[in-house]
């Protein structure tokens, strides 16, 4: 158990609708971070946040935005959903900026 | 970030060591080598990283070479729960977010 949680572990959805993912970071970590893994895909870095700040944006599309709140935890929103969009979506913590823990990941599916 | 190299697969026998290389021959001085596993679609986990000295912890040891071009990953007695992906990153510590490579697709064999 890495202390990161994800919620929720699967989702199906349809085209074109929103889906909100959460994520809650280990006990003190400050930065979040969001990843994606489509099928026999690499893990793409989407995005981290760092005390509530955006730190950093890698491959994210347009239709997804994402947020980190006050207690620190993050939601992901994907928008005008896609089957393109059908993915495991993981979100990491860290301390510092050193070794990332990883939570067991969100399953998308859209139909 | 520096490019590492892995082997795509590679084969080990129950109980026996699993030593996974990597390259990394454009490190720099202030970068670390990470490793993490990804075992099956779960979250990936973190298993040792270093900087020049060889490291040691519970799960693995981490045999960097003097020149820090290449590194070797050692699992001393491979279980079948090892069966994973191993992915070998270099990044300085205070960096930003991992940059995961292809890896190495490791498979512990009864």
Partial sequence: ?111 | DAKTTQPPSMDCAEGRAANLPCNHSTISGNEYVYWYRQIHSQGPQYIIHGLKNNETNEMASLIITEDRKSSTLILPHATLRDTAVYYCIVRVATGPHLVFGKGTRLSVIA
Wanted: charged share 20%; glycine share 10%.
């Fill in chain 1, 1 to 111: 158990d890495s202390g990161v949680t994800q919620t929720p572990k699967h989702l199906i959805t349809a085209t074109g609708q929103r889906v909100t993912l959460r994520c809650s970071p280990r006990s003190g970590d400050l930065s979040v971070y969001w990843y994606q893994q489509s099928l026999d895909q690499g893990l793409q870095f989407l995005i981290q946040y760092y005390n509530g700040e955006e730190r950093a944006k890698g491959n994210i599309l347009e239709r997804f935005s994402a947020q980190q709140f006050p207690d620190l935890h993050s939601e992901l929103n994907l928008s005008s959903l896609e089957l393109g969009d059908s993915a495991l979506y993981f979100c990491a913590s860290s301390v510092s900026t050193g070794e990332l823990f990883f939570g067991e990941g969100s399953r998308l599916t859209v139909l």
